[in-house]
């Protein structure tokens, strides 16, 4: 039963779409699946890059840590998405930390048994290089964000983005759910707790957003993205 639920768990990842049954059951053989409990580390930096992880059900950040030690959340991981999938390329140390946010589910697989696994299937492994490029490119935005814009617009930015990624449509609505900790974002944005309390609140006030600890929803998406954008 443990071997079928995580060959299911394996085919409704978006990158192994297509994969014929053959490929499905090598991965299958060449993977592991956990679970992990809430707020624990999955690896650490300075680790060797050994394995790559693909996360089915949960919540994981990924965390650096400053020069005067506090914690950075450089990514949070959501289900159906794929972390440490750099090893692929680097045959160094991890320069991250992954830690789950709540209980979670995840695949691993190693680094070399995957590279093998994808030496005879072209396909996927365009889809690993697109991976990268894409995510690449989305901290490259993300950098930009904190070089050029300031606090309130960075926390507006980062919720909107987290909205059209994440989010679930209803009618005109954006529905986050779960929601990130006012903590958790402002480790994300650079700026203090008290900052989003207060940019949010102020969204709240506009008639532009609802939270509570469980979800949030943009009232009216484009008039937040207008926000955002100022």
């Known amino acids: 039963m443990a071997q079928k639920s995580k060959l299911w768990y394996l085919e409704n990842f978006n990158l192994f779409r297509g994969l014929k049954n053959e490929g499905m059951e090598n991965l299958n053989k060449i993977s592991s699946m956990q679970t992990v409990s809430k707020s624990q580390p999955i690896y650490f930096a300075k680790e060797p890059s050994r394995a790559i992880f693909f996360l089915k059900e949960g919540r994981v950040k990924l965390t650096r840590l400053s020069q005067d030690g506090k914690e950075l959340i450089i990514a949070i991981v959501n289900p159906g998405e794929v972390f440490g999938e750099l090893a692929m390329f ?53 950098i930009e964000d904190l070089v050029f814009k300031d606090a309130e617009h960075r926390v507006l930015s980062f919720v909107y983005s987290l909205a059209q990624e994440h989010g679930k449509r209803i009618g005109g609505e954006l529905i986050i759910k779960p929601f990130l900790t006012h903590q958790d974002i402002a480790k994300l944005t650079a700026c203090s707790r008290q900052t989003v309390n207060t940019v949010l609140t102020d969204a709240r006030e506009k008639g532009l957003l609802y939270f509570d600890r469980k979800k949030a929803i943009l009232k009216d998406p484009v008039s937040f993205k207008a926000l955002a954008s100022k």
Not at 96 to 112: F, G, H, P, Q
Not at 128 to 133: A, Q, R, Y
């Open 90 to 142: 680097d045959e160094g140390e991890r320069t991250d930390y992954a830690y789950t946010i709540e209980e979670s589910i995840l695949c691993a697989i190693s680094k070399n048994d995957f590279q093998k696994f994808i030496e005879k299937i072209p396909e996927l492994n365009l889809r690993i290089t697109k991976l990268v490029g894409l995510k690449l490119k989305k901290f490259s935005e993300r």
